[in-house]
């Protein structure tokens, strides 16, 4: 799983944890797990994370509770539609991730279809911002015997 994958559905996992309200410690808390995925935090990204937060927050906020279950399904579609385009995408495309997400089960209103919008572009706005290997899936991790870090393709081991 590419390390924005995995910040996409843990952004989801925070919210739902959360029930949709927490306080600055939380946020700094969730900042730090993003940190630890070897993700540089500027001021920029973290205003991302956070604009890409409040949007699951407000699709969580506004849905049935069939809605709020299928955030995670809403999640990886959104990373890996954003990954797919590179984070550019023509009106067709945007029509067949919202056709995709619905073949999941996800029944879209005009008002869910627009709090997935928001989630998409602050999803994009992060993903833009990300170094090459969050993108492409390499992470770094620590081998828990010697202490050395050791970077890996795709799928941690």
């Not at 994370?49 to 949007?55: P, R």
Request: glycine letters at 6%.
């Amino acid at each position: 799983m590419a390390v924005f994958d995995e910040i996409v559905k843990k952004t989801t996992q925070f919210v739902e944890k959360n029930k949709g309200f927490w306080d600055h410690t939380a946020w700094s808390k969730f900042v730090e797990e993003v940190q630890s995925k070897s993700i540089k935090m500027t001021n920029e990204t973290q205003t991302y994370l956070g604009t890409m937060l409040e949007s699951f927050k407000k699709f969580y906020e506004n849905s049935s509770d069939a809605g709020k279950k299928a955030m995670s399904n809403i999640a990886e579609q959104t990373a890996k539609f954003v990954e797919q385009t590179k984070g550019m995408w023509t009106h067709a495309e945007w029509e067949k991730y919202l056709a995709e997400i619905q073949q999941r089960g996800v029944k879209l209103t005009q008002d869910s279809t627009a709090y997935v919008g928001e989630i998409l572009e602050s999803a994009k706005k992060f993903y833009s911002k990300l170094p090459v290997s969050a993108k492409e899936g390499s992470v770094s991790e620590t081998s828990g015997e010697t202490g050395e870090k050791k970077e890996t393709k795709g799928k941690k081991p």
